[in-house]
């Protein structure tokens, strides 16, 4: 099974600021990365599949980055409602794997 | 508008079984490959099973911790997606997500998650 290990656990930023989450694979998943947003009380959200492919209707303040077992995601000025979980997801192996998450909150 | 809605979720005693369901609409869901995810207390998600469509086969595909104990089914004709959960556990105490499985026959890799529905709370206690 591949495994996902997403740092921080908790970024505390501000408004405006630069927000960068990592991602790291126990083993290559190519470019089959997804990242998903969580705000609280709500169903993930897909964001980024294919490492940098935005899905429709996202934001160009979120991008992301990667291949092989080392991926980030970056929002490039965080507003209010970035303030959420986010989770990365490898579609290269079963089972399909999720990271455990990094919190962006709000400093 | 894309939507998926979940039912059928509560509170069940441990041994018990349980079978979710997921109504689609706003796609053609005869076509679109389908999976569940659970989120439990505190916990991320965990990627549970798969359903192809019935064009690609109809098969299935699960976690191993679930398999033989999880039972996804489809029914086109309602446009339903359902979830069989057997000898429930306190481990299985979770929100269980019906979502598309994108990237289906013929794309590279496996299966992205978009969209998903609201969720349903299982609880499963005594």
């Known amino acids: 099974e591949i495994v996902l290990t997403q740092s921080p656990a908790t970024l505390s930023l501000s408004p405006g600021e630069r927000a960068t989450l990592s991602c790291r694979a126990s083993?290559?998943?190519?470019?089959?990365l997804t990242w998903y947003q969580q705000k609280p009380g709500q169903a993930p959200r897909l964001l980024i599949y294919d490492a940098s492919t935005r899905a429709t209707g996202i934001s160009g303040r979120f991008s992301g980055s990667g291949s092989g077992t080392d991926f980030t995601l970056t929002i490039s000025s965080l507003e209010p409602e970035d303030f959420a979980v986010y989770y990365c997801q490898q579609r290269i192996n079963w089972p399909l794997s999720f990271g455990g998450g990094t919190k962006v909150e709000m400093k | 508008e894309v939507q998926l809605v979940e039912s059928g979720g509560g509170l069940v005693k441990p041994g018990g079984s349980l079978t979710l369901s997921c109504a689609a609409s706003g796609f053609t869901f005869s076509s679109a490959w389908m999976s569940w995810v659970r989120q439990g207390p505190g916990r991320g998600l965990e990627w549970l099973g798969r359903?192809?469509?019935?064009?690609?086969?109809?098969?299935?595909h699960y976690a191993a911790p679930v398999e033989g104990r999880f039972t996804i089914s489809r029914d086109d004709s309602k446009n339903t997606l359902y979830l069989q959960i057997n000898s429930l556990t306190t481990e299985d105490t979770a929100v269980y997500y019906c979502?598309?499985?994108?990237?289906?026959?013929?794309?590279?890799?496996?299966?992205?998650?978009?969209?998903w529905g609201q969720g349903t709370q299982v609880t499963v206690s005594s």
């Open positions: 359903i192809k469509s019935n064009g690609d086969g109809g098969t299935t």
């Open positions: 979502v598309r499985s994108q990237c289906g026959a013929g794309c590279p890799g496996l299966n992205w998650f978009d969209p």
């Open positions: 083993q290559s998943v190519s470019r089959y």
